[in-house]
């Protein structure tokens, strides 16, 4: 299983066991941005598949479980005896000792959470270089009593004895605290020395390492078939394209289906960008009629989704058999993906995997499983950040690696109710002034998403002597790291005033701009 979901994948220098923390991914980043190429897999893990993967170093992540508690997930104790080094964190580390025949208590009174200053107690390996007394970040009920034979406390704080602890001639270490969290002033200390001193990891995973890799890697999955993908104009199908179009050149065909949804320019942006400038085939689908026909009369957001979910699938299809036969479809599915998909996280009552609720929406404009393309994923390994990055060292412009996130059925859920020609026209001229005033105000890379959305209500204005009815407009700005929670943006007077008189002078059918000041939640980002 595990093997599987590493297929075609450098096998990684550390290997972090997952026990459902919710900062399992966050590890793993931590050890990337060190350069080193480190992935997350289930506890479920066996001594084999380790063995076959052969890391360097094997992580155990926190989780939400007390070790005594029935369900908790175990990992097989044999992983301590392995010669590989093993770094326990916080539950990772109470598993860990209590294995070892150490003994861990809930801490009554003792719980800390939250920054606590270190005390360091000797010299050791895993603390090498950290301040004494600087602050770690700590998140634990339970805490360890008496350690297994072999280990030594290497240091404390107040209200926990043994805030790290280490076996050095069997290279075993643990820590109470969580150094992946930036809160841990010398966490990525501690990553390092884990890492580079104890591991022996080469810092030999970046951008260069990944294309001389990969790029092989294609040509020799591919050979001299024909791959076929999806571009939407997003960071992951761009970078994709481009990495693609090095290893494959011509072999490579992007199809860009134009549902008429897209923002102001962008079609006309992407054609020249793509084809006439770095001379990446794109046959660019104008589907326009056929999306706004589907959607005459539909009000309902979900049906909207549902429709043109299922158009872009039809439409997929009729134009890859035209251009086809393609033997290959290549997807930029990213590592959260399929971290996601392979259901490590575990449920805290029963200890069982659980498969993460990836909702549903998102999902539209993708395509169906069962096509008859084999799949072309060389992002698989990668975060968003690294996706990124790649990007940037492939040559995409800023306007696509900064571009803010875009819904799959782009402008259709921003106008409320029936979508029209003449709402699409108006929304896409609001839209552009948004995006323009706050690139003008040198806010735009520090928004998560920042757009117009537009109300089918008319209300009343006055214009020169005349009244008017006309639509309003909702402006939508906020902040957030994932999407998943975001609080609004605050958007200086002057850039509201310069958005609000260009839109209501400059978009024919609007007479009134609102601003939107709710957070997520309860709020959602999108207002359907
Ligand atoms: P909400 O509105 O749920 O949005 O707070 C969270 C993030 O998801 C994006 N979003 C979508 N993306 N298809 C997509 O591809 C959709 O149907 C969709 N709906 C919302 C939204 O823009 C935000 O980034």
Known sequence: MVKKLLKKVRDPSILILDFGSQYSELIARRIREANVFSLVV??????????????????????????YEDNAPKCDPKIFNLDIPVLGICYGMQLMVKELGGNVTTAINKAEYGRAPINIDCESDLLSNVKDKSIMWMSHGDSINNLPNGFIKIAHTENTLHAAISNREKKLFGVQ???????????MRVIKNFVYSISKCKADWTTETFLDETIPRIKEQVGDKKVLLALSGGVDSSTLAFLLNKAIGKQLTCMFIDQGFMRKGEPEFLMNFFD???????????ARDRFIKKLKGVTDPEEKRKIIGEEFIRVFEEESNRLGPFQYLAQGTLYPDVIESAGTNLDPKTGERIAVKIKSHHNVGGLPKDLQFKLVEPLRKLFKDEVRKLGKALGLPDEIIKRHPFPGPGLSIRILGEVSNEKLNCLRDADWIVRDEIKKAGLYNDIWQAFAVLLPVKTVGVMGDKRTYAWPIVLRCVSSEDGMTADWSRIPYETLERISNRIVNEVAQVNRVVFDITSKPPGTIEWE
């Open 177 to 187: 605290f969580h150094p992946e969290v930036i809160h841990s002033e010398f966490g």
């Open 42 to 67: 289930s506890n479920f893990i066996s001594i084999k598949e380790i063995q076959d993967i052969k890391p360097q170093g094997i992580i155990l992540s926190g989780g939400p479980n007390s070790v």
């Open 276 to 286: 006439k400038k770095f001379h990446i085939k794109v046959e660019y689908i104008n």
